[in-house]
Structure formats: C-alpha cells, structure tokens
C-alpha cells in the first residue's frame, strides 16, 4: 500500500507564505485524485484542495486565490503554496490519494501542523 509522508508546516505570521509537500512511497499518479484536507480538534476534516489524474484542480471557497496545489509525477509528489495566510488557516494539513475523495481505499498521510500568529 502507498504511504503518504506530509512535510512543510510549521509557524508564521498572518499574511505569509508556506509551501506543504507531499511524498508518496511509489508512483501513485495512476491515482485518479489526491487532495489536501485540513482539520482542527472537535472539528470535521475539510477538503482544502484536490488534483486529478488529469491535472484539473478544486479548492474550497476559503482558499481561493491564495493557495494552489501541484503536482510533479517524477517525484511522487503534491504540493500546496499557501500565500496570504490567515489565522483561520491553522489546522493539521493532511495529504490524501484514493480512486476517489469518498472512497474506502483512500489513503492518509500522518499530517503536518500549520500555524499562524495575528
């Protein structure tokens, strides 16, 4: 099974910029989607972004404009540049691939942590 490993989080003022990657353990872009979610505690995991097969990509209305996912086939990899960022951006960042974001083989990475200060 592949296996997700997110890099990337940490602190920053509000209004910075971080970049989130994640590795995966093979070639996963057979994959038809991967995604990045975000969750803080008590509360529901979000879909933050996602990018198919086929390059096409979605964002929530949250993040619109200031963050964008990518992808790099030869390094097993995504990404998300998050600029402008917002104290209502800190969450746990999660990576995600599967056949589909609903499905029961979707795969998880462990997280990476965001902060931002005001």
């Known amino acids: 099974q592949v296996q997700l490993v997110e890099s990337g989080g940490g602190l920053v003022q509000a209004g910075g910029s971080l970049r989130l990657s994640c590795l995966a353990s093979?070639?996963?872009?057979?994959?038809?989607?991967m995604a990045w979610y975000r969750q803080n505690p008590g509360k529901e995991r979000e879909l933050v972004a996602s990018i198919t097969r086929i390059g096409s990509t979605n964002y929530a209305d949250s993040v619109k404009g200031r963050f964008s996912v990518s992808r790099d086939g030869a390094k097993n990899a995504i990404y998300l540049q998050m600029n402008s960022l917002k104290p209502e951006d800190a969450a746990i960042y999660y990576c995600?691939?599967?056949?589909?974001?609903?499905?029961?083989?979707?795969?998880w990475g462990q997280g990476t942590q965001v902060t931002v200060s005001s």
């Open positions: 093979r070639n996963v872009f057979s994959t038809i989607i």
């Open positions: 995600y691939s599967g056949p589909s974001l609903t499905s029961a083989r979707g795969v």
